[in-house]
Nanobody, 128 residues
Framework: QVELVESGGGSVQAGGSLRLSCAAS????????MGWFRQAPGKEREGVAA????????YYADSVEARFTISQDNAKNTLYLQMNSLKPEDTAVYYC?????????????????????WGQGTQVTVSS
Protein backbone atom coordinates (compact mmCIF):
# COMPACT_ATOMS: atom_id res chain seq x y z
CA GLN A 1 0.00 0.00 0.00
CA VAL A 2 1.36 3.42 -1.02
CA GLU A 3 2.10 5.98 1.69
CA LEU A 4 2.34 9.67 0.79
CA VAL A 5 4.07 12.44 2.73
CA GLU A 6 3.99 16.06 1.53
CA SER A 7 6.50 18.79 2.31
CA GLY A 8 7.61 22.16 1.00
CA GLY A 9 4.67 24.33 1.97
CA GLY A 10 5.08 27.71 3.59
CA SER A 11 4.35 31.41 3.30
CA VAL A 12 5.33 33.51 0.32
CA GLN A 13 4.41 36.87 -1.17
CA ALA A 14 2.40 37.14 -4.35
CA GLY A 15 4.59 36.53 -7.36
CA GLY A 16 6.89 34.20 -5.48
CA SER A 17 7.53 30.49 -5.89
CA LEU A 18 7.33 27.29 -3.87
CA ARG A 19 8.16 23.69 -4.66
CA LEU A 20 6.10 20.97 -3.05
CA SER A 21 7.38 17.44 -2.68
CA CYS A 22 5.53 14.18 -2.12
CA ALA A 23 7.56 11.22 -0.96
CA ALA A 24 5.90 7.91 -1.82
CA SER A 25 6.71 4.56 -0.27
CA UNK A 26 5.39 0.99 -0.26
CA UNK A 27 4.76 0.90 -4.00
CA UNK A 28 2.88 -2.17 -5.19
CA UNK A 29 1.98 -1.00 -8.72
CA UNK A 30 4.26 -0.07 -11.60
CA UNK A 31 1.95 2.58 -13.09
CA UNK A 32 -0.68 4.73 -11.43
CA UNK A 33 -1.96 8.28 -11.37
CA MET A 34 -0.53 10.73 -8.88
CA GLY A 35 -1.37 14.36 -8.38
CA TRP A 36 -2.20 17.29 -6.18
CA PHE A 37 -5.49 18.58 -4.83
CA ARG A 38 -5.99 21.68 -2.73
CA GLN A 39 -8.58 22.70 -0.17
CA ALA A 40 -9.24 26.19 1.15
CA PRO A 41 -11.89 27.22 3.72
CA GLY A 42 -15.15 28.06 2.02
CA LYS A 43 -14.03 26.64 -1.32
CA GLU A 44 -14.57 23.35 -3.09
CA ARG A 45 -11.79 20.83 -3.26
CA GLU A 46 -9.89 21.46 -6.47
CA GLY A 47 -7.70 19.23 -8.55
CA VAL A 48 -4.49 21.12 -9.25
CA ALA A 49 -2.32 18.81 -11.33
CA ALA A 50 -1.82 15.12 -12.03
CA UNK A 51 0.23 12.67 -14.07
CA UNK A 52 0.74 8.95 -14.44
CA UNK A 53 3.93 7.51 -13.00
CA UNK A 54 4.39 5.60 -16.26
CA UNK A 55 4.60 8.82 -18.26
CA UNK A 56 2.34 10.65 -20.66
CA UNK A 57 0.57 13.98 -20.53
CA UNK A 58 0.13 16.07 -17.44
CA TYR A 59 -3.23 17.44 -16.31
CA TYR A 60 -3.72 20.92 -14.89
CA ALA A 61 -6.52 23.03 -13.54
CA ASP A 62 -7.22 26.08 -15.69
CA SER A 63 -6.47 28.28 -12.69
CA VAL A 64 -2.84 27.11 -12.50
CA GLU A 65 -1.99 26.36 -16.12
CA ALA A 66 1.29 27.98 -17.22
CA ARG A 67 2.21 28.74 -13.61
CA PHE A 68 2.50 25.28 -12.01
CA THR A 69 4.47 22.27 -13.24
CA ILE A 70 4.09 18.70 -12.03
CA SER A 71 7.00 16.30 -12.31
CA GLN A 72 8.42 13.15 -10.78
CA ASP A 73 11.71 11.54 -9.89
CA ASN A 74 11.17 7.80 -10.11
CA ALA A 75 14.59 7.04 -8.64
CA LYS A 76 13.57 8.87 -5.46
CA ASN A 77 9.88 7.86 -5.58
CA THR A 78 9.02 11.54 -5.30
CA LEU A 79 6.39 13.73 -6.95
CA TYR A 80 6.89 17.49 -7.23
CA LEU A 81 4.76 20.54 -7.83
CA GLN A 82 6.68 23.63 -8.88
CA MET A 83 4.51 26.67 -8.23
CA ASN A 84 5.53 29.97 -9.80
CA SER A 85 3.84 33.36 -9.97
CA LEU A 86 1.82 32.52 -6.89
CA LYS A 87 -1.38 34.42 -6.20
CA PRO A 88 -3.32 34.91 -2.96
CA GLU A 89 -6.06 32.67 -4.35
CA ASP A 90 -3.54 29.81 -4.39
CA THR A 91 -3.65 29.79 -0.58
CA ALA A 92 -4.83 26.35 0.54
CA VAL A 93 -3.81 23.05 2.03
CA TYR A 94 -2.23 20.99 -0.73
CA TYR A 95 -2.63 17.21 -0.72
CA CYS A 96 -0.66 14.62 -2.61
CA UNK A 97 -2.97 11.91 -3.97
CA UNK A 98 -2.77 8.58 -5.78
CA UNK A 99 -5.24 6.65 -7.92
CA UNK A 100 -3.83 3.14 -7.88
CA UNK A 101 -6.43 1.86 -10.37
CA UNK A 102 -5.22 4.10 -13.20
CA UNK A 103 -2.64 2.08 -15.07
CA UNK A 104 -2.63 4.49 -18.04
CA UNK A 105 -3.00 8.23 -17.67
CA UNK A 106 -5.40 9.78 -15.21
CA UNK A 107 -8.74 8.89 -16.80
CA UNK A 108 -10.92 10.11 -13.93
CA UNK A 109 -9.24 13.47 -13.45
CA UNK A 110 -10.33 15.82 -11.86
CA UNK A 111 -12.70 13.74 -9.72
CA UNK A 112 -11.19 13.52 -6.24
CA UNK A 113 -13.32 10.50 -5.34
CA UNK A 114 -11.21 8.16 -7.47
CA UNK A 115 -8.03 8.97 -5.57
CA UNK A 116 -8.00 6.45 -2.76
CA UNK A 117 -4.74 7.48 -1.14
CA TRP A 118 -4.12 10.93 0.31
CA GLY A 119 -1.21 12.49 2.14
CA GLN A 120 -1.57 14.58 5.28
CA GLY A 121 -1.42 17.91 3.45
CA THR A 122 0.91 20.89 3.52
CA GLN A 123 -0.17 24.51 3.97
CA VAL A 124 0.58 27.09 1.29
CA THR A 125 -0.10 30.73 2.15
CA VAL A 126 0.32 33.52 -0.39
CA SER A 127 0.09 37.09 0.84
CA SER A 128 -0.51 40.22 -1.18
Amino acid sequence: QVELVESGGGSVQAGGSLRLSCAASRFTYSHFCMGWFRQAPGKEREGVAAMNTGGGRAYYADSVEARFTISQDNAKNTLYLQMNSLKPEDTAVYYCVADLNAYFGCPNWPSYRTFGKWGQGTQVTVSS
